[in-house]
Structure formats: structure tokens, C-alpha cells
Nanobody, 121 residues
Framework: QVQLVESGGGLVQAGGSLRLSCTASGRAVRSVGWFRQAPGKEREFVAHIHWSGSSAYHANSVKGRFAISRDNDENSVSLQMNSLKPEDAAVYSC??????????????WGWGKGTLVTVSS
């Protein structure tokens, strides 16, 4: 069984950067997605990366500012977030992709508990 643990969240000023990590234990990480959920809002797709690292997808709202990457030696997936905006504030969670629409949370499982990102204006 695999467990995912997110880390790297925190408080940052608008325009700043954070790097989130999603580390898997139990077995090798496969294709992984990052999602976020702000208070009172639905869970939102952020980014996805194929297990080989050969392809990645980013939501339009973060394209050009966020970048997903993976380190298979470390069994982890990272999300580099630059030029953060107040609207990026949310709990960010990673999960394992099982097939289907990469932007739909129903095709993911093994959710971590998430890491909180707060962006001050």
C-alpha cells in the first residue's frame, strides 16, 4: 500500500515562491496529480505528471507560474510555485492517477492530508 505525504506549504507574500513536495512510501510513485482546495470552494486541478516524467499538464490558472516535476530516485513529485497570488491560497494535496481525465479528481486515489499555502497580499 502506498502513502503520500505533502510538505513545503507555508505563508508567503504575493509574488513569492514555494516548492511543495509529495513523497510516497510503500511502493514506487506512479503518475501523480496535484489539486488544491480553498475554503468554501471545490477541489481544483493544478498539475499532473506522467510516471516517466515524459508529459505534464498544468491548469490554465497556474500555467507559466507553476511547474510539476518528479524525482523517481527519491520517489517524490514536486510543485514549484512562482509568482504566487492571493487566489492561490489553498490546501494542496497530491494523489495517484488511475486513468481517465487527468483534471478530474475522481480518477485519483491515495490522497495525502495536504499542505496549507497562504498568500498574503
Amino acid at each position: 500500500q502506498v502513502q503520500l505525504v505533502e510538505s513545503g506549504g507555508g505563508l508567503v507574500q504575493a509574488g513569492g515562491s514555494l516548492r511543495l513536495s509529495c513523497t510516497a512510501s510503500g511502493r514506487a510513485v506512479r503518475s501523480v496529480g496535484w489539486f488544491r482546495q480553498a475554503p468554501g470552494k471545490e477541489r481544483e486541478f493544478v498539475a499532473h505528471i506522467h510516471w516517466s516524467g515524459s508529459s505534464a499538464y498544468h491548469a490554465n490558472s497556474v500555467k507559466g507560474r507553476f511547474a510539476i516535476s518528479r524525482d523517481n530516485d527519491e520517489n517524490s513529485v514536486s510543485l514549484q510555485m512562482n509568482s504566487l497570488k492571493p487566489e492561490d491560497a489553498a490546501v494542496y494535496s497530491c494523489s495517484i492517477y488511475s486513468g481517465g481525465d487527468v483534471g478530474d479528481a475522481i480518477y485519483y486515489w491515495g490522497w495525502g492530508k495536504g499542505t496549507l499555502v497562504t498568500v498574503s497580499s
